[in-house]
């Protein structure tokens, strides 16, 4: 038997919306970097780009934990001496609401070429509105 593999000019991506208000971060993330990844479908290839493009909205209301609203750290380097910024899950959120949801599914795709396109897909949106209704996202349950 031959193996098919898709091209990705053969594959259809749809648009789905997750509303992230009162869901574990975690949660959340693996949900959306399953369906950009293309997982959810039976024509999955690895190495293309045959996932789905997801719109996360009210990721200023995404929620965590335990302790890990004050203890879970997020670093980022600014590439001088003692350029080594560091900020909680609290000030990261009050400061740029949508980094720690793109972090953490960043966290979850591949860190190669194909991650860095297919985060491409991602759309996260603080509020409740989104600029993608004419693509008619169908809602994605977490």
Request: proline share 6%; charged share 20%; aromatic share 8%.
């Amino acid at each position: 038997m031959k193996t098919i593999f898709t091209k990705n000019a053969e594959v259809k991506n749809d648009w789905y919306v997750i509303d992230a208000a009162g869901k574990t971060l975690g949660r959340v993330a693996a949900v959306a970097a399953s369906v950009l990844r293309g997982k959810n479908k039976p024509s999955y290839t690895p190495n293309s780009i045959c996932g789905d493009f997801v719109i996360i909205i009210n990721a200023d209301k995404i929620q965590v934990t335990g302790n890990k609203p004050d203890g879970m750290l997020y670093r980022h380097h600014t590439g001088f001496v003692r350029g080594l910024r560091t900020f909680t899950f609290n000030e990261l959120l009050a400061k740029h609401p949508t980094d720690p949801l793109k972090r953490t599914i960043w966290g979850m795709l591949p860190h190669n070429r194909l991650g860095r396109q297919i985060i491409g897909n991602l759309k996260v949106y603080a509020g409740a509105e989104h600029p993608h209704a004419a693509q008619n996202p169908q809602p994605l349950e977490v």
